[in-house]
């Protein structure tokens, strides 16, 4: 449940963070529409090319989990320390969306391994209970970030509209809630994955 839970939330760090980050981090306001674009399109991918690809190659959902969320940590890694680049902030922020969007995926497969799982274990169906329990640890992933973000902005300083003038507190969190927090979700669920 936790990990169904971290994916939401590391997939929401990053959109959310990201008109921020590019407004007031990076200070281009006027490239906002095309980094949406480039990082919508990378969660749009993985839907539709890697995800069939990443389940032939690794065979199980569990194990395509734990190596895209590890590529993903790495992509978020480079992004984070060369991120004023922007064509390289532009190639790390596809490739770490299209292959850590694959969890929103591959967490629907999970649910279903669960509710198999407990039918050969027990011999009973918790189809209902398991398809509840996925719904609403995703809904908690999905508010933890919409608030966390503006709860993170508000403790560090940030002054609405002030282009180029964010105090040092705010842009360490628009950085850090733009790739920190999501490369450091990735890292948790991966530790999950490896030691349950």
Same mark, same amino acid.
Do not use: H, K, Q, R
């Given at each position: 449940m936790l990990v169904w839970c971290l994916a939401a939330v590391g997939y929401g760090f990053m959109f959310a963070s990201s008109v921020y980050f590019m407004m007031y981090y990076i200070g281009r306001?006027?490239?906002?529409?095309?980094?949406?674009?480039i990082i919508s399109i990378g969660a749009l991918v993985p839907m539709v090319v890697l995800m069939p690809i990443a389940l032939k190659i690794f065979k199980t959902a569990q194990k395509a989990m734990l190596i895209t969320q590890l !590529?993903? !940590?790495?992509?978020? =890694?480079?992004?984070? !320390?060369? =991120?004023?680049?922007? !064509?390289?902030?532009?190639?790390?922020s596809f490739f770490a969306t299209a292959i850590g969007a694959m969890s929103n995926v591959l967490v629907n497969i999970l649910v279903n391994d669960t509710i198999y799982f407990i039918y050969l274990k027990e011999k009973t169906s918790l189809y209902g209970t398991t398809a509840f329990l996925k719904g609403f640890a995703q809904k908690c992933g999905n508010t933890i970030p919409n608030t966390g973000i503006l709860a993170l902005l508000a403790v560090s300083g940030y002054i609405p509209g002030a282009i180029g003038q964010q105090p040092d507190a705010t842009m360490f969190t628009l950085h850090f809630g733009r790739v920190g927090i999501p490369a450091i979700i990735c890292l948790v669920i991966c530790i999950m994955f490896i030691f349950p």
């Open positions: 306001p006027d490239l906002l529409s095309l980094y949406m674009g !590529i993903t !940590i790495v992509f978020y =890694g480079i992004a984070f !320390i060369f =991120g004023e680049n922007l !064509i390289l902030l532009y190639f790390c």
